[in-house]
């Protein structure tokens, strides 16, 4: 197995592309080796619910990789995925960053505070066994994340950092025990009045200045809301061997249905990684804060989409392994801009389902309560907002992901109803399987006939 020191080489990138974003909503969403593969029975068609795609999920003895290779298909050829079509090929052509690494770091925040079947299908999906685990697992990633970046001070220095915060509405308070776990992983605990200006734009503003202003999402919390749990992840690193932007060469760029003509970067390595497999090419840079990036370019007479139709497929790219090797650099620099904001439906692809619709009202009781009264708890909207700008000198990148978590409906408490029949009433009688049998009115009770 790998450690989680070595998966963060390999996910650096990934990770530092992401901050996590959990909403806890009262009333409405705020705003997502060796393998074996396994048929999530739980998601796709058999789950009734539309837009889910049917996931065969794979299984590695790396939790991240496993995580990763699950959710990304779910999220690169779920239909609607980005909110703006029913076709499944349209996000596969698009340009699209997602972060799966913010996803898992995100999902963690919600499994410590759950319970029974709520968190059993996420632990399945993060590759634990328990809570405790769990948690050990939130500490050491964020642990690794924070000691794996340089001297933000120093000029040029990589970072990579992830920050969390937590914020509970008024009438509502998170568990001591919740509030130690998330403390554990240096969580900011706020607190304020949902459905205000103020409280939107703090949240933004946090978001901001945790990823250098690279994110400033717009929130729109409502007062009916419950929490909002956050995570953010921000990464900047420069190349080992910098590109010599006089060095550009215009050729074309083969998008689909067209031909673009774009500026290349261009320069030869004698010390980058190579590998060449039977559908595709891939190959490795290195930057100076010891992070890599590798790219895969399908064969001439290979669609993308070809190799990222399912896990199996992702999961092999994933596990691609570039041996050393001296390479000619084309490469366009680009700036993506993603909001994917339907990544509920890929959790629920991917097998997590009842933190959306607890089978048990108290899911949620190891992490929230409602001051007056009792509540119970779903998770609602999850959304993820990605920049990633890749450039002659290096990457920025950070992401955001929300999860909103919204009060159940519950049955009406306090004192009981009067409903007197002292007038004239109408009435129904209907069968087991809902057939009408009597229909009848009464004026007077005293009578029988």
Wanted: glycine content about 8%.
């Amino acid at each position: 197995m790998r450690s989680t020191a070595s998966r963060l080489g390999a996910a650096a990138l990934a990770m530092a592309l992401s901050g996590a974003l959990i909403a806890l909503p009262a009333c409405s969403p705020v705003l997502s080796n060796n393998s074996s593969t396994a048929e999530n029975t739980g998601a796709g068609a058999a789950s009734g619910q539309p837009g889910l795609a049917p996931i065969t999920l794979v299984h590695t003895d790396d939790a991240l990789e496993t995580f990763a290779a699950n959710s990304a298909a779910a999220v690169l050829n779920g239909p609607d995925a980005d909110g703006t079509s029913d076709d499944p090929d349209s996000i596969r052509e698009k340009n699209l960053c997602y972060s799966p690494m913010s996803l898992y770091l995100a999902c963690t925040l919600v499994g410590l505070g759950t319970q029974g079947a709520a968190q059993s299908q996420l632990l399945d999906a993060l590759g634990v066994s328990n809570q405790e685990e769990l948690a050990a697992m939130a500490q050491q990633l964020r642990a690794s994340i924070q000691t794996t970046g340089g001297d933000p001070t120093v000029e040029g220095a990589a970072q990579l950092k992830v920050a969390d915060s937590i914020w509970v509405n008024e009438g509502y308070r998170f568990t001591d025990a919740y509030l130690q776990e998330t403390a554990a992983l240096g969580a900011d605990a706020l607190t304020g009045v949902f459905g205000t200006e103020t409280m939107d734009k703090a949240m933004s503003g946090w978001v901001s200045e945790k990823t250098n202003g690279l994110l400033k999402p717009r929130f729109s919390t409502q007062d009916g809301q419950a929490a909002m749990l956050l995570d953010t992840v921000y990464f900047k690193d420069g190349w080992v061997n910098p590109f010599d932007v006089a060095q550009n060469e215009v050729g074309a760029f083969h998008a689909p249905g067209t031909d673009i003509q774009t500026p290349f970067m261009r320069q030869t390595i004698s010390d980058s990684s190579f590998y060449q497999g039977s559908n595709y090419t891939a190959a490795t840079l290195p930057f100076a804060g010891g992070s890599t990036m590798t790219f895969f370019r399908p064969n001439d007479d290979v669609r993308l989409s070809e190799l990222l139709t399912g896990t199996d497929s992702i999961l092999a790219l994933l596990q691609t392994q570039p041996e050393p090797a001296k390479v000619d650099w084309w490469l366009p620099a680009f700036t993506t801009n993603s909001t994917m904001d339907h990544l509920d439906t890929s959790l629920k692809a991917i097998g997590v389902m009842n933190i959306f619709s607890p089978e048990s009202p108290d899911a949620f009781a190891p992490m929230i309560e409602a001051e007056e009264g009792s509540a119970s708890f779903s998770v609602g909207q999850v959304q993820q907002d990605v920049h990633f700008a890749l450039d002659a000198n290096g990457v920025e990148a950070a992401a955001s992901t929300a999860i909103g978590i919204e009060k159940m409906a519950l049955g009406p408490e306090g004192e009981p109803v009067t409903f007197k029949l002292d007038r004239p009433f109408f009435y129904t009688v209907t069968s087991p399987d809902g057939n009408l049998l009597f229909i009848g009115v009464v004026y007077n009770p005293g009578l029988t006939d």
